[in-house]
T-cell receptor, first 112, second 108 residues
Framework: DGGITQSPKYLFRKEGQNVTLSCEQN?????MYWYRQDPGQGLRLIYY???????QKGDIAEGYSVSREKKESFPLTVTSAQKNPTAFYLC???????????FGAGTRLSVL | SQQGEEDPQALSIQEGENATMNCSYK?????LQWYRQNSGRGLVHLIL?????REKHSGRLRVTLDTSKKSSSLLITASRAADTASYFC????????FGKGTLLTVNP
């Protein structure tokens, strides 16, 4: 089945710790995105990548980092600099030239 | 900044009734999309309407777009309990900008 896989489904972070959220797609899409969703809110863009080895900051990139070494993978690291990391994180991808995005099932990050 | 703004924030109806939710936006768009999100899950694309289109249908969904008023509406006809979800509009160009969503509850 083609799609986007996010793991883990639930993640807990201790204070001062960096954690990495995984996002893998087998849709052969060039573009990938990371969003943060807080309760009752819309999605806010953290980072996006339109091609391998290239990525751009979104609206709320501070405290986060990404890499795009492979077309299929776009991991997100929540660093200790992110003081309020508790949220639902969604990864998405899209074909070049299309605005339609396909989403993973999300990772819920909580702070211990 | 969030461009799309859905209205109402929450809507509760009975099965079989129609559900209408609205989206307003602020700047010029290339297209507008509607997505559905079941609780605790990812978003699923429902329909895309281009800026030069006024109405589009897909199954029980009907979307209208009024670029002069910078607004769109999503109509779900003959709703089912399985339609219970949050619905978001998203606008482009460049990167998608999502609203806060309308929480639709369809009571059996």
């Amino acid at each position: 089945d083609g799609g986007i896989t996010q793991s883990p489904k639930y993640l807990f972070r201790k204070e001062g710790q960096n954690v990495t959220l995984s996002c893998e797609q087998n849709l052969n899409h060039d573009a990938m995105y990371w969003y943060r969703q807080d309760p009752g809110q819309g999605l806010r863009l953290i980072y996006y990548s339109q091609i391998v080895n290239d990525f751009q900051k979104g609206d709320i990139a501070e405290g986060y980092s990404v890499s795009r070494e492979k077309k299929e993978s776009f991991p997100l690291t929540v660093t200790s600099a992110q003081k309020n990391p508790t949220a639902f994180y969604l990864c998405a991808s899209s074909q070049t030239g299309s605005d339609i995005q396909y989403f993973g099932a999300g990772t819920r990050l909580s702070v211990l | 900044s969030q461009q799309g703004e859905e209205d109402p924030q929450a809507l509760s109806i009975q099965e079989g009734e129609n559900a209408t939710m609205n989206c307003s936006y602020k700047t010029s768009i290339n297209n507008l999309q509607w997505y559905r999100q079941n609780s605790g899950r990812g978003l699923v694309h429902l329909i895309l309407i281009r800026s030069n289109e006024r109405e589009k249908h897909s199954g029980r969904l009907r979307v209208t777009l009024d670029t002069s008023k910078k607004s769109s509406s999503l109509l779900i006809t003959a709703s089912r309990a399985a339609d219970t979800a949050s619905y978001f509009c998203a606008t482009s160009p460049y990167k998608l900008t999502f609203g806060k969503g309308t929480l639709l509850t369809v009571n059996p």
